[in-house]
RNA sequence: GCGCCCAUAGUUCAACGGAUAGAACGACCGCCUUCUAAGCGGUAGGUCGCAGGUUCGAUUCCUGCUGGGCGCGCCA
């Protein structure tokens, strides 16, 4: 089953389907491997296998057939494909025309439904470390592409608010304190110390638990100071979720499910489900060889019983689509049997809760931790990357204003550590190299964003950007290598989609950086020869040229705005 | 020991079960009388970890193996 997001991607499956008595829906139209044999395809395995046929004779067929459409000219066998080749200012009028009004993707394809996303979820009182960045930027280039889709998306930061960590940070405090002033830092030097001493000393870590039990009974010395921490913690990260351009709908930690835990515990024992294990109380799962730990034989609850909470808040505030926990892969046995244990607890709609798992951001080939230390601040790692930007900027641009050089290169800066964190599948670890997270060559946030500069210097020296096609000929975009932008923009709607659906976001990074490559090669080619140039002389094919580039500007414009990177007009 | 994930060019990464496996970096050769060279073209570079299986067709799906990463009840 599949849906086309194009007009021209519905005509060719219709054109196959006509003749083969088979539902359009069910054909999938792609790009064939090269441009000679046409531009869309749809291969005749399936249909020939039902009629018992050769595949070359089923599309031979077809084929012959063909009665050329508004969008489709032609259509040619190839082997067990049928290649169609498009009307070529037909389809450069839907294509610009779509682009320039921001409706090139489907953005009615979510209506009426609401994708919950959990991402970046830090814990209060610690820093926010490099390794950070992964989660967070999948998350919100997840949350930018639902909504560029028309989907209702609720972007909640779980707060890590609760729990022992908390309680031995206020033993430490309680050790060592008060320090000022209060700050992430100090919290987080406060924390870390505390972790190393509590390595050789089992008293140490249940003085620690003991001051979560105090915090959890409401004890008020420890509410107060743990208030102050989750402020002052806030305030940080919000600082940084500024600076990548991020806000959150929901803002809700972990301890504003404390209220709920007798009932969940209440429930689970109803439900038959509650054991106890070593004084712990667990509920065994099919499948699993260890049991879903709920409450402590402390008393106090655990991660899985606040996560039980959050899941049941936001089914019955949302009632969503989808539920994402947008979390490392280390926790993918947590989420497993967290969705196992909402199964087995009858919510029927356990099956929308989804973990998106990425990969480890290594630091010098190691994990980075925050317990362990070894961290590299997310803040620091921006403040570099918009240095050593800022410099290229500066040298390139030698008219521009100071201001505008900083917030450039604060644009670039950030979009190339977003841009590659981004780019390789969730799954892949990364090793952070700052040379290669900031360089500005080759496939990189930049030269995405220096294609889109090109675009909108072209649109300046024009006089502005088009807007409409009105009185525009297209019949003038003649060139193969325009041809090929427009070929490249085809796919953008697919791969949006598909970025969705699969919940990776380095499917629209691979798109944009092979359609800024179709420009950057258009583009070149009026370097050599002026009348090939956008601004050429003869005005008709200089309108249809600058509504293709504008439509080019658009889509990159559009697809960063989905990974949550920056376009700045001018770097 | 058990579970999950990964393995593609020297390096970092792509390839929705299909047509000749593509980019970038690095190397080498070219293109600034340029609409921004942060760019473009070209050359060199691959037994898609190994072995089976399913299929008309497998880098893609399944099994086993090897190598690496992560995880496995009172942290989150």
């Given at each position: 089953?599949?849906t086309?997001?194009?007009?021209?991607h519905?005509?060719?499956?219709?054109?196959?389907?006509?003749?083969?008595?088979?539902?359009a829906?069910?054909?999938?139209?792609?790009?064939?491997?090269?441009?000679?044999?046409?531009?869309?395809?749809?291969g005749?395995?399936?249909?020939?296998?039902?009629?018992?046929q050769?595949?070359?004779?089923?599309?031979?067929a077809i084929?012959?057939?063909?009665?050329?459409?508004?969008?489709?000219?032609?259509?040619?066998?190839?082997?067990?494909?049928?290649?169609?080749?498009?009307?070529?200012?037909?389809t450069y009028?839907?294509?610009?025309?779509?682009?320039?009004?921001g409706?090139?993707?489907?953005?009615?394809?979510?209506?009426?439904?609401t994708?919950?996303?959990?991402?970046?979820?830090?814990?209060?009182?610690?820093?926010l470390?490099?390794?950070?960045?992964?989660?967070?930027?999948?998350?919100h280039?997840l949350a930018?592409?639902?909504?560029?889709?028309?989907?209702?998306?609720?972007?909640i930061n779980?707060?890590?608010?609760?729990?022992?960590t908390?309680?031995?940070?206020?033993?430490?405090w309680?050790r060592?304190?008060p320090?000022e002033?209060v700050?992430?830092?100090a919290?987080?030097?406060l924390y870390v110390?505390?972790r190393?001493?509590?390595?050789?000393?089992?008293a140490?870590?249940?003085e620690?638990?003991?001051?979560?039990?105090?915090?959890?009974?409401?004890?008020?010395?420890?509410?107060?100071?743990?208030?102050?921490?989750?402020?002052?913690?806030?305030?940080?990260f919000?600082?940084?979720?500024?600076i990548?351009?991020i806000t959150y709908?929901?803002?809700?930690?972990?301890?504003?499910?404390?209220?709920?835990?007798p009932?969940i515990l209440e429930?689970?024992a109803?439900?038959?489900?509650?054991?106890?294990?070593q004084?712990?109380?667990?509920?065994?799962?099919?499948?699993?060889?260890?049991?879903?730990l709920?409450?402590?034989?402390?008393?106090t609850t655990?991660?899985a019983?606040?996560?039980?909470?959050?899941?049941?808040?936001?089914?019955?505030?949302?009632?969503?689509?989808r539920?994402?926990?947008?979390?490392?892969?280390?926790?993918?046995?947590?989420?497993?049997?967290?969705?196992?244990?909402?199964?087995?607890?009858?919510?029927e709609?356990?099956?929308?809760?989804?973990?998106?798992?990425?990969?480890?951001?290594?630091?010098?080939?190691?994990k980075?931790?925050t317990?362990?230390?070894?961290?590299?601040?997310?803040?620091?790692?921006?403040?570099?990357?918009?240095?050593?930007?800022?410099?290229?900027?500066?040298?390139?641009?030698?008219e521009?204003?100071?201001?505008q050089?900083?917030?450039?290169a604060?644009?670039?800066?950030i979009g190339?550590?977003?841009?590659?964190?981004?780019?390789?599948?969730?799954?892949?670890d990364i090793d952070f190299?700052?040379?290669?997270?900031?360089?500005?060559?080759?496939?990189?946030?930049?030269?995405?964003?220096?294609?889109?500069?090109?675009?909108?210097?072209i649109?300046?020296k024009?006089?502005?950007?088009?807007?409409?096609l009105?009185?525009?000929?297209l019949?003038?975009?003649?060139?193969d290598?325009?041809?090929?932008?427009a070929?490249?923009?085809?796919?953008?709607?697919?791969?949006v989609?598909?970025?969705?659906?699969?919940?990776?976001p380095?499917?629209?990074?691979h798109?944009?950086?092979q359609?800024?490559a179709?420009?950057?090669?258009?583009y070149?080619?009026?370097n050599?020869?002026?009348?090939?140039?956008?601004?050429?002389?003869?005005a008709?094919?200089?309108?249809?040229?600058?509504?293709?580039v504008?439509?080019?500007?658009a889509?990159?414009?559009d697809?960063?705005g989905?990974?949550?990177i920056?376009?700045?007009?001018q770097?």
């Amino acid at each position: 089953m599949a849906t086309h997001h194009t007009p021209l991607h519905h005509a060719a499956a219709e054109a196959v389907a006509a003749h083969a008595g088979i539902a359009a829906t069910d054909l999938k139209v792609e790009a064939p491997p090269r441009a000679e044999l046409g531009d869309l395809a749809v291969g005749c395995f399936a249909i020939a296998k039902a009629r018992k046929q050769n595949p070359a004779e089923v599309a031979g067929a077809i084929a012959a057939a063909f009665q050329p459409t508004r969008l489709l000219a032609s259509a040619t066998a190839a082997g067990p494909f049928v290649n169609f080749r498009a009307d070529r200012t037909a389809t450069y009028r839907w294509l610009i025309d779509s682009a320039l009004r921001g409706r090139l993707v489907p953005g009615e394809l979510g209506t009426g439904k609401t994708i919950c996303i959990d991402y970046g979820s830090p814990n209060i009182s610690k820093h926010l470390a490099y390794h950070h960045v992964r989660g967070t930027t999948v998350g919100h280039a997840l949350a930018q592409t639902f909504r560029a889709l028309g989907y209702r998306v609720v972007g909640i930061n779980f707060l890590g608010d609760w729990g022992t960590t908390h309680g031995m940070l206020l033993a430490a405090w309680a050790r060592w304190g008060p320090v000022e002033p209060v700050d992430v830092s100090a919290l987080n030097a406060l924390y870390v110390r505390f972790r190393a001493a509590a390595a050789g000393d089992p008293a140490l870590e249940q003085e620690g638990r003991a001051w979560f039990k105090r915090l959890e009974d409401g004890d008020p010395e420890a509410r107060a100071l743990w208030q102050r921490f989750r402020d002052v913690s806030w305030a940080e990260f919000q600082s940084v979720y500024e600076i990548l351009g991020i806000t959150y709908d929901e803002v809700r930690g972990e301890a504003a499910y404390e209220p709920d835990m007798p009932r969940i515990l209440e429930t689970l024992a109803g439900h038959g489900l509650l054991t106890e294990s070593q004084g712990a109380q667990v509920v065994e799962l099919p499948g699993e060889k260890t049991p879903i730990l709920l409450r402590t034989r402390d008393g106090t609850t655990l991660y899985a019983t606040r996560d039980v909470a959050a899941a049941e808040y936001r089914w019955a505030n949302y009632h969503f689509t989808r539920s994402l926990y947008v979390v490392d892969r280390g926790q993918a046995l947590h989420f497993r049997q967290l969705f196992k244990l909402l199964g087995r607890m009858g919510h029927e709609w356990a099956g929308r809760c989804e973990h998106v798992p990425y990969g480890l951001v290594k630091i010098d080939n190691q994990k980075s931790a925050t317990r362990l230390g070894n961290v590299v601040l997310m803040r620091d790692v921006f403040t570099i990357a918009e240095t050593m930007v800022r410099e290229v900027i500066a040298e390139n641009n030698p008219e521009m204003p100071p201001d505008q050089v900083a917030e450039v290169a604060r644009q670039v800066g950030i979009g190339a550590i977003v841009f590659a964190n981004l780019a390789p599948q969730r799954d892949k670890d990364i090793d952070f190299d700052i040379e290669h997270a900031v360089s500005l060559e080759g496939d990189s946030g930049p030269y995405l964003q220096y294609s889109h500069a090109r675009c909108a210097s072209i649109a300046r020296k024009a006089g502005g950007r088009v807007t409409d096609l009105d009185g525009i000929d297209l019949g003038k975009l003649a060139h193969d290598a325009e041809w090929a932008i427009a070929r490249r923009l085809l796919e953008f709607p697919e791969s949006v989609v598909r970025s969705s659906e699969s919940c990776e976001p380095h499917v629209i990074c691979h798109y944009l950086l092979q359609l800024a490559a179709e420009f950057s090669r258009w583009y070149t080619l009026g370097n050599g020869d002026a009348a090939l140039r956008v601004l050429c002389d003869d005005a008709a094919t200089r309108r249809a040229r600058l509504a293709l580039v504008s439509a080019v500007q658009a889509t990159l414009r559009d697809g960063l705005g989905m990974l949550g990177i920056a376009a700045p007009d001018q770097m």
